[in-house]
């Protein structure tokens, strides 16, 4: 009897093709999601060779604008998360904005 | 220029594990919510959520496959879609593409009869039990791997897919004798 019921199923649980038009939208929405963050990156280690006291900024936009461009192209997240990501991404920029201010004192001494 | 290249590799690797992984995770979405607008919604997120973690993720895998990483994500993703929404899995696996397909023989109806019945009583199993079985089947994962995403150990895993075939068994003889 068992050997039956794993045969059916498998003839139940048939893998489940994802719809075109979902595979298109997160490809897209992936894509974009990852060209961002790569201009975001590139553009914080410009500024990152230029004055090692901003290091802290850019690596918080770089999370920012990766996040926030998921939020965005990833459609359908739910507003809550974005919301609840924001406040965690809101926190994480301003304790590195403030170790980027510290040692800006420090170095002006 | 480092950071960069780490990102476009980064970024490759996920690219990959998406392409081998959207069927995958679309399958369980569907069969663990039951239809497919919030298969699709699942899944979405299951892949964003995935992208935000997917460095760390590929650090600690250590080379193991992270197909049960991915479906660990859905799986706790749609657990929180249930608790947000205060309500129960409606999954109408008769919908399964399967039970779509035209038969024409009476052995055929027959057989889908059977399917039918087999999926009713998947739908009735305890949630553990199910997901295990959703794995194993639609999916094909091993022992190792559903235990690595449902958080088990190997033993554990044989014995809940042990008992939910059982339990399936079980519930098929009742209903044929009635």
């Known amino acids: ?109 | 220029m480092a950071a960069t290249a780490d990102k476009e590799r980064l970024d490759r690797d996920f690219s990959e594990l998406y392409r081998a992984h959207l069927r995958d995770v679309y399958s369980y979405a569907y069969y663990r919510v039951g239809n497919h607008h919030d298969a699709e919604d699942l899944t979405e997120q299951t892949f964003l959520q995935a992208y935000r973690h997917f460095e760390r993720a590929q650090r600690e895998s250590d080379g193991r496959p992270l197909r049960p990483w991915l479906i660990r994500i859905a799986h706790n993703l749609a657990a929180n879609f249930y608790r947000d929404r205060s309500r129960r899995p409606m999954t109408q696996l008769e919908d399964a593409s399967v039970l779509h397909e035209p038969h024409g023989t009476e052995q055929l109806v027959e057989e889908r009869e059977e399917v039918k019945e087999v999926l009713e009583g998947v739908s009735k199993l305890p949630d553990d039990r199910r997901e295990a079985l959703i794995m194993r089947f639609a999916l094909g994962m091993d022992n190792r791997e559903i235990a690595r995403a449902l958080g088990r150990s190997e033993g554990a895993t044989k014995v809940l897919i042990h008992r939910a075939i059982k339990q399936l068994e079980d519930s098929i003889r009742e209903d044929s004798d009635e």
Do not use: C, F, H, Y
């Open chain 1, 1 to 109: 009897m068992s050997d039956r019921v794993e045969q059916l199923l498998r003839s139940a649980l048939v893998p489940i093709e994802p719809p075109e038009a979902l595979s298109d939208r997160l490809e897209r929405g992936l894509s974009e999601l990852t060209e961002v963050a790569a201009a975001e990156l590139a553009d914080w280690e410009l500024s990152a060779m230029r004055d090692p006291r901003n290091w802290g900024r850019p690596v918080a936009a770089v999370v920012v604008g990766s996040v926030a461009a998921g939020g965005l192209v990833l459609v359908r997240a739910r507003q809550q998360q974005k919301k609840r990501n924001a406040t965690g991404l809101q926190a994480l920029e301003k304790s590195i904005r403030g170790v980027a201010d510290d040692i800006e004192k420090r170095l002006k001494r």
